[in-house]
């Protein structure tokens, strides 16, 4: 099913609507959430199963689950039961509102504000981006804190409030169908009780809650792009000849030592996938490091292995034949959402140095 809707939702740019249905009614949108919730409750590892399976198919789908799942992390920790229930079902999807007009990619310091207005909050905000911004039914959301010190404070909003305005549709490069919008917020009313966590402790929630399963989850997706670019490709060298000599494509030893090279880059990025996974389960030591690794390596290396599966099928792959324009196009974002590939490289330099990272 989702296969079968992936370059439809490409070329149209939809909301993979029917795909995330199918994912709800396979109780896979709670696949993070806890079994008393109604959950599948099995964790950051069943998700990247998931995310990864699905990106084979469509990037799109993989986005708008994986971003499901990260705010799915934070309101299994701190919203009420019922919220938990309606995520876990799959009829609640949600999402995260971090990056913003003015902090962009240091979605650490939001400039937004969160204001007292009697016995509720009033929120104020330039959203940049928000993947699901048209079809989600909340927004885990940022803002510097209301009255604490610190950096931020987290909110539930849900997206029917007044006085928030979606800035769509997506026109993107890649990822085509995963809705993700600017979102503007005036004067947008949410209760007290809205807060997720204590006032001015957003950037422990960002730390220690979203970024470990945004990493793992977004490592996953573009291994998942890579395992269907390396299948198709595959399928291609093999499946066509050139007349004159007869052979394959996959006859060529050269175009056999590149389709190794995609192969053998996929399975590193898996490999540390699997690794970052148990030094999370296990409480390692190096667990931040391997966080803050896996999602630079797995994104830089989609990149890598999907130039080549289009340089290996040629003109073939440059007129949509092959349907490898999709993955080359679906891995270059990784790269760019926040914690962007610079940015980890910064943080992984100073952990190695011995620096502070903020
Ligand atoms: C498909 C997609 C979906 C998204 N979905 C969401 C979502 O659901 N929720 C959400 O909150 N955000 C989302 N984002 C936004 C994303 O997380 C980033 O905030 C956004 O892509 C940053 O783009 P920018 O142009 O603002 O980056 P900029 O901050 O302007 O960065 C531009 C370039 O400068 C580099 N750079 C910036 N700061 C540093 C630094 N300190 N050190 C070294 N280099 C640096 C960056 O790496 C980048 O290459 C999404 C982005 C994409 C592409």
């Given at each position: 099913m989702i296969a079968a809707h992936a370059t439809d939702v490409d070329r149209t740019?939809?909301?993979p609507e029917a795909s995330i249905a199918a994912l709800a009614a396979a109780g896979?949108?709670?696949?993070?959430?806890?079994e008393d919730a109604?959950?599948?409750?099995?964790g950051v590892r069943g998700a990247a199963e998931v995310i990864r399976r699905v990106a084979r198919e469509c990037g799109s789908t993989a986005m708008v689950a994986s971003m499901h799942y990260c705010g799915a992390a934070v309101l299994e920790k701190f919203a009420d039961t019922d919220t938990r229930k309606a995520v876990a079902s799959g009829a609640h999807l949600t999402t995260l509102a971090f990056?913003?007009?003015?902090?962009r990619s240091h979605f650490w310091a939001p400039v937004s504000t969160a204001t007292a207005g009697g016995d509720s909050v009033i929120l104020d905000a330039k959203k940049s981006w928000i993947t699901s911004a048209t079809n989600a039914a909340s927004y885990v959301w940022s803002s510097k804190p209301l009255a604490a010190d610190g950096l931020s404070t987290i909110w539930l909003v849900p997206t029917v409030a007044s006085g928030l305005t979606i800035h769509g549709p997506f026109e993107g490069l890649?990822?085509?169908?995963?809705?993700?919008s600017p979102v503007s917020a005036e004067g947008v009313r949410v209760p007290a009780s809205a807060m997720l966590g204590a006032d001015g402790a957003g950037f422990d929630v960002m730390m220690g809650v979203v970024l470990p399963v945004f990493s793992v989850l977004n490592a996953a997706c573009s291994i998942g792009l890579m395992e269907g670019a390396v299948e198709r490709t595959a399928k291609h060298a093999g499946a066509i000849r050139h007349s004159d000599s007869g052979?394959?494509?996959?006859?060529l030893p050269t175009i056999r030592a590149y389709i190794a090279r995609m192969r053998v880059k996929t399975d590193m990025a898996r490999t540390l996938l699997e690794d970052t996974i148990a030094a999370m389960e296990t409480g390692r030591e190096d667990t931040m490091l391997r966080v803050l690794e896996v999602k630079a390596a797995a994104g830089e290396t989609a990149v890598e292995v999907t130039d080549t599966a289009m340089r290996v099928c040629g003109g073939a792959a440059f007129r949509k034949e092959v349907g490898l324009d999709r993955y080359f196009r679906d891995a270059r974002a990784a790269g760019v959402m926040a914690p962007t590939t610079d940015v980890l490289y910064d943080f992984i330099g100073k952990a190695v140095c011995g620096l502070p990272l903020f």
């Open positions: 740019g939809a909301f896979l949108l709670g696949a993070i959430s806890a109604g959950g599948l409750g099995l990056s913003e007009a003015g902090s890649g990822l085509r169908g995963n809705d993700s052979s394959s494509l996959a006859e």
